[in-house]
């Protein structure tokens, strides 16, 4: 292990540890995974995994954790794992390495703005009405279905706008599902049954034919000025006038399929998490309602009261750092390097986690409790900064947080303005390619 100078709140250290995690605790933890995340930091700042040909490495530590996210030069994304997305969802914003990642990102980037994704708020509006529209007194939900239609439909409407009707957007999103279903397993397939699994599966091979032709046909008809904004997302990467080079199909349906896979799975899940807590506790709850009740007078939520739904900022903030739907992601080593002066061979994976920075205990005062008061204004505290990664860090940060907070804000302070959760059957995190609440079902009754 090499030298380490602790500072007390272990945020500015000037070394960082190394360490080798044990093999026993390796395979006494192995089909625990959030488990393994929780005990991580004591063997070191950077730990070594003994497994596998590469080398397999963990930032433990926020700042090795942002040495890594922060410089793509020398951390890609690469690697079996990537390769293995890239066969599945094509090379979009997401999966793609550095090399053509300036070119896509300066192309989306004008899509999630701040100011273009306030004009996304009446779609996700009626995403939200649509759902909860259909809901009954007293029934029991399934968290994870309803916020997934909420998020699905919501990802589509921007990605298409009005350049499809609405059934064809239900069959997009449906087509969607259908071609990422079961997408860890088959990630974890060798390269050759990845692509027999492509071939012989009708369900795949129909949804991503289905995918193809929409995407053609939204992206089909040339409009000019403000009827550019109804052609959604891809129209207006395909029918650009702003400078932006235009894409062509193949690269459009990529960027069609990472933005859906990427939004849609990932939203629900903080969604379903966050109703979960609120579910469970009930004071919290009722804070919750007299926030809403007060802000919205009885109305749906729209973007204008976001600013004033403090404590539901705050409920979804503390969801994002015990529940991190983006859980665990990695990098690859594009050649010989070093971290934490160890030497790190071309070719190692390194992983980071959210998971793990978040509940480090000596990061955030008692880090497995939910706090929503840990995020209020007037008390900032360090934990805003170090070691608060949900959406990653660097030039791969996530493109769609501010849609994927209004969007949460919009949908929790609507709920809660007309439903109350009740009665949700004890839930555990599960550790799929995206952090689960497993199960999902609360009641709900009409307030
Ligand atoms: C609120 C829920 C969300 C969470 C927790 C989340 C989390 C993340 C994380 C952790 C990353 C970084 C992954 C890495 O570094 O390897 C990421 C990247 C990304 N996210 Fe999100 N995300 C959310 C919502 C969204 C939404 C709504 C969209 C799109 C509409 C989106 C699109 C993307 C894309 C395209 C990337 C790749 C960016 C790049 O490589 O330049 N995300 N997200």
Known sequence: MSESSRTGDGDDRQHHLFGQLPMQVLLRNVFWPLRLMER????????????????????????????????????DKG???????RDFVGNGLASCSRAEHVTQRKLLQPEFQRKRVSTYEPMIVECIAD??????????IDLLKEMYEITGSAICSVLF???????????ARLAFEQLLGGGLARMLLPAWARKQYRRANPRYSGANQRIAAIVSRAIGTRQEGEQRRALGILGRMRNDDVGRTALTETQLRDQA??????GADTTARLLAWACYVIASEPRLQRRLQVEVDSVLAGQPARAHHVPQLELTRQVLEETL?????????????????????????NGSTIFCSPYMLHRRTDMFTAATEFDPSRWTGKNPSMERHAGYIPFGGGPRICIGADFGMLESTLSIATILGSWELIDPVKSKARPSLILTPAPAMVRIRHR
């Open 257 to 262: 399929v990472t933005l859906f896979l990427a």
């Open 321 to 345: 750092r015990l529940y991190p739907p983006g859980w665990i992601f990695s990098r690859t080593a594009v050649s010989d390097t070093t971290l934490c002066g160890h030497r790190i061979p």
């Open 131 to 140: 759902t909860i529209g259909k809901w009954e007194d007293g029934s029991r």
């Open 161 to 171: 706008g009005q350049s499809l009707a609405a059934p064809e957007l239900a069959d």
């Open 79 to 85: 690697g079996r794992f990537w390769e293995a997305a």
């Open 40 to 75: 991580l930091p004591q063997y070191g700042d950077l730990v070594k995994i003994p497994i596998g040909r590469s080398p397999v490495y963990f930032a433990c530590h926020p700042q090795v954790a942002m040495e890594v996210l922060m410089d793509d030069t020398r951390f």
